[in-house]
């Protein structure tokens, strides 16, 4: 008994309107962070179904790489985060917008 393909889209696509979701009503930095793994996770998951279906190893590979991508941008992410809580002793993404000049 296989899934078929309909059922990893489906899943994908539930994950990646969560993650919208969350990017679009969180003002949590770390909240937001979350979210936007959450919608590279989707991307993920439809990369190696595709993957699966078209019998090669391409959307696999494609999904390391963004795995590796998102483990930079959580490092990054995480700096960002440091210094907002450093300079404003808040991790609320709307307090950056003081930071310009």
């Not at 003002?27 to 279906?53: D, H, K, Q, T």
């Not at 696999?60 to 991508?69: D, E, N, P, T």
């Not at 907002?84 to 000049?101: H, K, P, Q, S, Y």
Request: neutral net charge; proline residues 1%.
């Amino acid at each position: 008994m296989t899934v078929p393909l309909e059922g990893y889209l489906l899943l994908s696509a539930g994950m990646f309107c969560i993650g919208v979701f969350g990017v679009l009503v969180r003002r949590n930095a770390l909240l937001f962070l979350m979210s936007v793994e959450l919608m590279l996770n989707a991307a993920n998951i439809n990369l190696v179904a595709f993957g699966l279906v078209h019998e090669n190893l391409t959307g696999q590979v494609f999904a390391l790489f963004v795995i590796a991508l998102a483990a930079a941008e959580v490092a990054v992410g995480i700096g960002i985060i440091l210094g907002l809580n450093r300079n404003f002793e808040t991790i609320d993404v709307t307090g950056a917008v003081t930071m310009r000049r």
